[in-house]
């Protein structure tokens, strides 16, 4: 028969389990240390003796006192008398939870800690902080069309770079992004899109948020003036916000960026970021007078240019227009793009191009704040551009938006002749359309929304500009059939009006 | 035979290829506009003409006008006379080359545009901007055995993910990051490290770093004084710093970060940055009177604390400690930790549990700054940890590591008796080594380094501390052989002095 402990022995409830025995005795000593079974002071049993009280080794309890006087539980040396800790605040022995505050002078509840003054430039997000599932939904805007994306290729040329996998490509990597993913990348940008730029002038990134994030506290000091367009991109302005920014909302029209109104209202501003291959929302691309007068003024003032080539792929009446980048000599000009439409957008890789000048500046900010994105992702990447799957990708989806662009109109023109007018032309994976005579945009928005029709107000886009009654349609995700369904039922809601 | 056109047509030098008709044209026109071939002002041929003398198709031609006209080579409209734009400016017609500055008052070359004051803060990065290979050299540290990865099974785990790849996968995702694998990491933390928390706090990010850069913009304001452990990691300082915050170098001794000590020193500080689980670079486990110090500073002065649980996972000698964030129960912990170390650097997964009150912010600033990592290695991390891989993972890396660890010790004891000393017990990947009588640290760092043996001067972790001279050996990473011949290597470099 077992000899007593000398001191109070927490009883097993269930017996120890063989695969978890140390971590269950540790538990048990532990709760009664906090619940006060083990008072202060008290002088523990043996090793010798709680081992076989318990019935396990003498070096599983060896290692459990170990690990309680390591976390301050116990104290004194292990086998030279060891004793529950005195200096264990009485909140905590009292409770058993966590430990509560101490009683202050007064008996209010204890204040949480405060935010930053800057959190609160964080306060207005854009995008979905649960994004609902509207895939396939009338008409649903900034979305490519996944269903006709090629899973099957994609997963095959990943699986296949998964066969390769190397110990190599599971270290440290570039802040830069992966060097062949670069590679490819510069001369993708080179060939398709005219910008000028050697590897080390890519860096990847998550994507153009991440991008203008970074080269927002790169060039801007907190209250710096930067240019956006009126309408615009509002992820765009909500960022250089939330960097300290103050916004210069400069308007837009049909040659895009309207630099002259922007020298004048706001001269001094230090970057200017601007869509100039397809301007989000309105759609329009920005003349060559324009972009030689937004260089100019880059120049003179020593500004800098955030050119996102949002969308710049998806052109359906003439080819991609070339780059600002590309006629920039004198590196003021730094070019961002993103595969989240393009391929798709929980991909979460973009590029950003920088002059030589500051490559060092970027790479170490980049080494500090994020470092790099996974590695795996961009060597599938780099394999599916370089395989040309991603040429092939592009010609695809832009015959299919051409396609569905056109029905898009030609059902618009068909049933909602005087209320709804597109543009002519197009790019991208969505349209801007101008309501007629007599309605009003919020108006027809939440009536669209009550029969299941999605449309974004173009007020959402807007800062300061008077803008004529407008809503922005996605059709690039959308079947002709979906299409023609969502079209009728529009029609529907604005003929009951 | 061909009319001649009614103006100058360059000279086709080879014939137009069928899939780049459209593309070579435009090119062909560019190039003669922009060298003044064809100038300012001049008609050009009629789309018929043009059409006719090149053998192309009519629309062919219509396109690349109306591309020239968008981009404004050309101007009028296609059909009622298009002539050579006017505004273009001369710099760019005379030269063929993206425009140089309008003279201005001086002649001065143009001055490069500059960075902001605040981008001088990112000029210190601890991170090698070209990572180099050090793979398996003797100590090389912070490095996990990538070699004794299981890299067939992760490939195997990655590729039955991506067979049951589906559209749902590739539309875009949670700020917080997927919602299976914060649903994992919550049990997990919860199981493992003692982390009380919901799935809802859990945020996925590319690691520490960028949990850090983000806590320290949300609760820290420019000039904020923050905590730092002292000596200390240099990513957490250097980052935030970057984030405009004044570092309040805290000293470390046996017990961890000397809460008192900062008490003193700065009180007002809004954040501490702390190692509790695993001191950087010392190792040492904070007690849990510093713990609980440590939370009753932050509750009266209502500051936070971020919990770096850096290379918790591998203790040699006791189970890992619990980690601080359980016994926090004001919400004023961030809980910090990354894959890097555990599986391999290059997958670029971690996470940041925050309290329930700031989920919101947090999730606002994520979607501007960041959006989220890529959802596939997301969805693959998620697969490895609940299929039971990564525990086994982990318990294979602490043996393996363990063994190392222990030939280290056993080998330094042998050869570097008097020279250097190890800690008693021992974590993470790494272990400090102290030493002896007559040796000078940055004097033994170089003079190892000409002989192949990297160590790592303590004085790289200080802030303003005084330490005894020091080194930081890498163990994780190499083999027993390696290890001895290292110790080896390491004793005739320091015999010889």
Redesign the interface.
Known sequence: MPRRATTYLPPLERPLRARTR??DL?ELLRAAILDRRLRPGTRVPSTRELAREYGVARGTVV?VY??LV????LSGRVGAGTVV?E???DE?LSRG??????S?TTSHP??????????RL????P?P???A?L?GQAFVAH?PA??A?P?KL??RV??SR??R???????????LGDARLRGVIAAYLGSARGVRCEPDQVFIL??T??AL?LVA??????G?AAWVEDPGYP?AS??LQ?SGATLCPVPVDAEGLCVSSGEDTSPRA?LACVTPAHQAPLGV?M??????AL??W???R???IFEDDYDSEYRY???P??ALQ???????VLHAGSF?KTL??????GYLVV?H??V??V???R???????????QAVLADFIEDGHYARHLRRMRELYAERRDALARSIANRLGGALALPEGGAGLDTVGWLGAGFEEQDVVTTAAAHRVLLEPLTRYRLQAKLPPGVLLGFASLSVRKIDEGVTRLARVLDGR
């Open positions: 140390q971590r540790y290692a170990g690990q390591s976390e301050g539980y800790s200096t264990l605040p905590l939870l966590p430990p509560q505050p101490r202050t204890p204040l949480k800690p405060t935010l930053s003054r800057r959190s964080f306060v207005d997000s995008f902080l649960r994004p599932a895939a979305r996944l269903d994306f899973v994609w997963a990943a699986s998964l066969r996998l190397s110990g190599a490509a599971l270290a440290d990597g570039d802040p998550s994507g948020q991440q994030e506290r790169l060039v801007l000091d907190p710096d992820g909500r960022v939330a230090r691309v003349s060559l007078p324009r972009r030689l260089l100019d880059a120049r003179r020593r500004a800098w009446e003439s080819r227009l070339p590309g006629l920039d000599s004198l590196g003021c989240s798709f957008p929980s991909l979460r890789l002059p000048s500051i060092d500046v790479a170490r900010a080494s500090l704040v994020d470092r790099y994105p996974g590695i795996l992702p």
